[in-house]
């Protein structure tokens, strides 16, 4: 067989090796540790995450409130758990508080629980936590797109009000001002105080905690 095979999405965490969710002749195969799993629940699946050595997260982008468009496996792939996990699903990250999701403007001003814009949910699919209506005068989140998970929540920015912010799982949150040419981001990732921060072809170093300028650390193009 010589058939095109698309990498759709992919995840590695440290111990618990890595996985990848591909697409060959219009079927979708989970790549994880050396086995090789059929997927046959949804005609267009998304992303996926290693929630630990034993169990991984797929999800589906859609639009029309579909009742079920999220699965945790387990190592032998047999769904676990299914839910719905909200409409025009944009980033995913997990961590020990749950299984964080941001939404993309469709799903933010569209219906559902996607309207929350920053959701938790636990392996069995129950809301443990959600932005909007958990979290009093919050910075705005008109999509959330870029997620950095931290021991105890996420990291997200609001463009909309220039902030970065941490976001606990039990609605605590702290902000911090953000340079107006960081907000259009790729990729976060926070370490120490310290954002990294990709934009533009070029990551940038922001002490943040330090209230200091942010500065090139790294040019992709080279």
Request: contains cysteine; glycine residues 8%; charged residues 25%.
């Amino acid at each position: 067989m010589n058939d095109e095979i698309e990498v759709v999405d992919s995840d590695a965490r440290k111990s618990m090796g890595s996985a990848r969710l591909v697409k060959t002749n219009h079927q979708f195969y989970i790549h994880w540790n050396g086995l090789i799993m059929d997927f046959k629940r949804h005609e267009y699946v998304a992303g996926i995450r290693i929630i630990d050595e034993n169990h991984l997260f797929i999800w589906a982008f859609t639009l029309e409130g579909e009742p079920i468009n999220a699965w945790v496996l387990d190592a032998d792939g047999d769904i676990k758990h299914s839910f719905h996990a909200g409409n025009a699903i944009a980033v995913v990250v997990i961590n020990e508080t749950g299984i964080w999701i941001g939404y993309g403007d469709e799903g933010i001003f569209g219906e559902g629980v996607s309207t929350e814009a920053l959701v938790c949910f636990s392996t069995e699919g129950t809301v443990r936590f959600r932005y909007n209506q958990e979290v009093r005068k919050a910075p705005v989140l008109h999509d959330c797109d870029v997620i950095c998970a931290s021991e105890k929540g996420v990291w997200v920015i609001s463009s909309i009000d220039g902030r970065l912010v941490h976001v606990q799982v039990d609605g605590r949150i702290d902000s911090y001002p953000m340079p107006r040419h960081l907000l259009d981001c790729s990729s976060l990732t926070i370490d120490n105080g310290v954002a990294y921060v990709g934009n533009e072809e070029k990551i940038y170093r922001w002490p943040f905690k330090e209230r200091r300028r942010a500065e090139v650390f790294q040019n992709e193009t080279k």
